[in-house]
């Protein structure tokens, strides 16, 4: 191979590892010229990329160029002398501050963008950025594949465009391209978006691109690319004589560019004017920093030049920062504001109390040491009954204006009526407070009358609870429309997608009744007792502006739509319409009055709600939450909860607690791999303290630091807002970890110890750039395995068929039982986690007897060949599998397994009971990577004591039980005081005789507690959020936060944006309401006791889900007995009479089956069909029902197209009726079917045994 001489250093390297610069034609090692890898591959690949060296593209420096600096530097020097020192020093300040921002301007955009070796800061011209981008969109797509073409134009946010308040999508359009994302890329400004980063970018398309079988072919997709512009530096526009700032630097004389990412402009700039002065013989090495002699010699002058305050003790790196920081200001100085603890280091406010290793913790609401543990705490407050007013409105619209396709909602009548805390129990037409409480607006634009009023009479309350039914999709959606596009408030959200879960604008919160009564407005009557109020009928497609008049007959039946009702419906209201079809019908009136009823409904439904649970549980759920889970938990919280009983998981777990642990210890192996020493770090077990100093690595003499860049400050990765408090922490800024960070080091050194600092950001760009060290670290024995993540152990309800049709033969009966209250009855008896557990990890896990342990376990099994129903679950293929074979899940393989047992193994994260009684069932347990071992608390059924949920589950258990009445059999004193002894033997509940009475309205709060309580335990943290900003400062400080990623932007109109950000791992903070571990126990313990009726059933279950199960039944087989508490197996088909079964059975899949059902009470066969994903009303129907399903799996025939007309929402929240079409197939991939219709799971082998 060729041997090239670098023209930098000398040395003799091989031509593929050095770059040629097509003016000098020089050679140079891509390190010498601050060129990685990656680019040097990219720039030698490509047939249009020339480079040049630094010398010939940035500066040609000549001799009479040289001999004009000398000469403009030393007329520059003679006339600074005459200054005076004052305004010598402004004048320098002032000038440095222009360039340092000009310099970081072009930094900044250096680093913004770097697509495919070409760097955007080489490019000013507008038109050449849009086609810069436009080239690497289109890259992207053409690696995805080749065959697309793109259209798109350019939208930039930020200062430098001038069109950048104007909504321009990307759109890639093709009338052979299959819909199959919706995708957004948006890069954050700390990110360099490198080659790395694009190739990442086209990793996350292939991968949405493969997860669509059926490819690119025949619809449209859009995909969003945002570049926004931080707007830095105030010096004056330069002129346009020049293309580039390098090109101004190079012509002008006396400048030179000081080429540099580290903030360290100025020491640097010194250096290079300090080696010119003393004509340093290094003076060329010193000023382009060949072998990085201008980086060694800044950071010692900037060693020697720390000034250090005896007041605060803090550090500046001139006399100028020291002199700005005792200048005092209205609050006084600087000086007096912030001190640096001696001790410990931190850089603290002066007015705050301050004990070393403390911090105060948001969780447990006072002072704790560094490293605490935290525990759920018990809530003291009560409900907010005064000052606070309830709206209760509803909407209806017109849809006659075309919105593309879609016909746009647009409402015409709003009826809202109000209860404050004088009228709220009266029916007083007109509140001496609150004023005429049933309000009808009319017209053009209800909503503007509407939020007029609501936020006029706010100021009368100090809280406003405005509710409607399913307003989070509907509702809600025009509200906010017209806040984002007619006004410049801006209100905090909480969204699901579109949907608005909580909308806060400033004492008004909207709230969705749904999200506390999961079901529709009509059933409410019944399950509150409102027994005056029942939901009518009225003809939604003809409210047009032509009828708004209307009085004659009853409008066509096709006005009421309804075949989009269930067919039971549907039957009911064609009955209706027939017996009232020559009423008159006056529009007006109807509408007006419709409206009304549903409000009506609401408002009664609401305020018999809240007076329930206020009166049994002392909380308000409109005031004090938002949903049902989140009224739940606040109920334990502040009823039941006992202190110091629910630990709250550390971030990140008990060990490694951070993002910067892991990758800590990756750079300490590698130093001890590379210096051939072995360091003492936590990997090995405690870190080493000196001079009152945890460090991270320690060797002799030696100290290793690892800088994780949000911990300490990085100036580099986080240049902007540096002095805000952290949202993690608001008594820290950017600066304060910095200081904190430098003073350590001086320590250290101070003490005389050898410290080795290496930043986190180097690190990962050289793990990037470097293979060997990426493919050490993951293959050392200390980093082989990540540590236990306890949501990983948290897995859904357990859902299936066994078979996808079976047809009864002779006196053989299909049964259909169901657990009664599976939920509540695993709250109830369940063994629950308490405080925190024990950590074993690796060869630690040895000593550990799993069958007298209790915990989370992290490990990896083998599992039998021939079980039917599989133990443990495992998630792939974004399905949740029972797998004996990961290989053959993986692949969703028909074959009979033929693989090794390393590729059958799973490794996963699960409750150890769950492993437990995988064991008894055949697994073997390969290996152990880490276990929690947890004391826990159980209800003993015996003494009637213990128990985690105990307490809150018997008070909704005896309210439910009272509030449904008498039994049917209990008709004497007798027959119910027999019914009471039962009960309290079977539940340890003692019911008390004059409570038991009917009453819907407290049974449904009851049920609503009961299976409403645990979803709020297993909260993902860190949800994305999202928050509307009408002025430019406000937006670019979100986009310069340290502690957020801006994961999209949507501009909304010329003054509004709507930005969806998440906190980064390192700055989000635990929720003081939520303990993974308890919800993973929670459906762990439903998977078991669901496992104890497959397991017995074998291949008879036909299907099961969650808590219910299908199976073949003959006389003297195995039955599960049937009761009446919960926890018991309850007959699913009793409602059609005692002894009912089912005759035919067929299933495509989870959540996806339809039966014929013999009635004993109608002595006729019934049909019953459920399809997760499609409304089955009466349309739907008519296509997917048992026989099509049957003919589907019997005969493989076409997949059902069904087209409907759904309510959707646009991003832009407006509201529309969109023809959807959706396909209907059998989907039976959890395990591998056979032609006679049977199953087994994937991996499945029979053994000698067997045969």
Known sequence: MTQLVCACCNKHSDEHKLIFCVFCKESYLHSCVDLSTAELRKIKASKNLTWSCVKCSNFGDTINDLKSIVLALQKEVESLKSVNQQHLTQSANFTMDEIIHELEDRNSRKCNLILFGLKEDNILNKEERANLEHGVVNNIIKTVDPNIHTEFNIFRLGKYDSTSNKKSDRVIEEEQISKFSQSTIFYHQDLECNNHAVLRAELELWCIYQSNSMGLNTETFCLGVTTVRIPVGKGTPRGKNYNTFDEECAKRQGIIAIKNNDNLCLPRALVVAMAYVDKDPDYVKVRRDIGKVQTERTQQLIEKANVK??????????????????????????????????????TIKANREHTCGEIFCKICQKHQPQGHLCFMQPDTGKPKTKDVLFVFYDLETRQEKLNGDDLEHEPNLCVFKQCCDVCIKTSDIICKKCGLRLQKVRGANPIASFMIHILEIRKKFKKVVVLAHNGQAFDHQFILSHILKKTDLAPELIMRGT??????????????????????LSALPKAFGLKELKKGYFPHLFNTLENQSYVGPLPQVEYYSPDTMKPEAREEFLKWYEDHKRDQFDFQKEFIDYCVSDVEILTGACLKFREQMITTTNVCPFTNACTIASACNKVFRRNFLKPNTIGIIPKGGYRMTDNQSMIALKWLVWEENQRKITIQHAGRGQEAILSGLKVDGFCENQVFEFQGCYYHGCPRCFKHQRDEPLSDDPTESMNFRYESTVAKIERLKAAGYDVIE??????????????????????NPLLSHSPLNPRDAF??????????????????????????????????????PVGHPEVFVGDQCKSINLQETDGIIKCTVLPPRNLYHPVLPTKMNNKLMFVLCRTCGQNLSAEECQHTEEDRALS?????????????????????????????????????????????????????????????????????SKYIEEFFNREGIKLEFDAILNNPGLRCLAKLMLNSF????????????????????????????????????????????VVDYSFKEESYEPISTVNVCLAAYTTAQARLKLYSYLEELGDRVLYYDTDSIIFTHMDMEFEPSTGHFIGD?????????????????????????????????????????????????????LLVNFDSIKEMILTDSEPVKIVTKAIRRTKEHEVVTREETKIYRPNSLKRKFYADHSSQPYGFKRTRDDL
């Open 1014 to 1057: 645990w979803g709020k335990l297993g909260q993902q943290e860190n949800q994305p959020k999202t928050r509307i900003v009408n002025n430019p400062e406000e937006f670019f400080n979100m986009m310069t936060n340290p502690s957020i990623y801006v994961n999209s932007v949507l501009p909304i109109s010329e003054d509004s944006l």
């Open 1129 to 1181: 197996m309850t007959d699913e088909l009793e409602s059609y009479g005692p002894g009912s079964y089912i005759k035919e059975f067929v299933s495509g899949g989870p959540k996806n089956y339809a039966y014929k059902v013999y009635s004993t009470a109608e002595k006729d066969e019934k049909v019953v069909c459920k399809v997760k994903g499609i409304c089955l009303n009466y349309n739907a129907s």
């Open 908 to 976: 996963g994260t699960w409750v150890i009971d769950e492993v437990l009684k995988a064991l008894e069932k055949g697994y073997e347990i390969l290996k152990i990577d880490e276990v929690w071992k947890y004391r826990v608390e159980q209800y003993d059924i015996d003494q009637k004591t213990g128990g985690l949920f105990v307490e809150m589950m018997n008070k909704f258990i005896k309210i439910k039980q009272e509030s449904s009445g008498w039994p049917g059999n209990s008709a004497t004193d007798e027959q119910k």
């Open 499 to 520: 949907k608005i879960i909580l909308m806060q604008l400033q004492n008004i919160k909207f709230l969705d009744s749904l999200n506390y009564f999961p079901m529709p």
């Open 309 to 346: 305050c005896a007041d605060c003790l803090r550090t500046f790196k001139s006399q100028a920062c020291f002199d700005n920081h005792i200048e005092v200001g209205t609050e006084g100085s600087l000086c007096q504001q912030v001190r640096l603890c001696p001790n410990c280091l931190r």
């Open 795 to 832: 897995y859904g309800g357990r859902t299936g068929n066994c078979r996808t049709y079976y047809k009864t033969k002779g006196a053989e009966k299909i049964k259909y039982l169901d657990v009664c209250s599976l939920y509540p009855w695993v709250c109830k008896y369940g063994k629950y």
């Open 758 to 779: 290496k930043w986190e950001c180097d690190f990962r760009r050289e793990m990037r750039e470097n293979t060997e060290i990426l493919k050490y670290v993951e293959n």
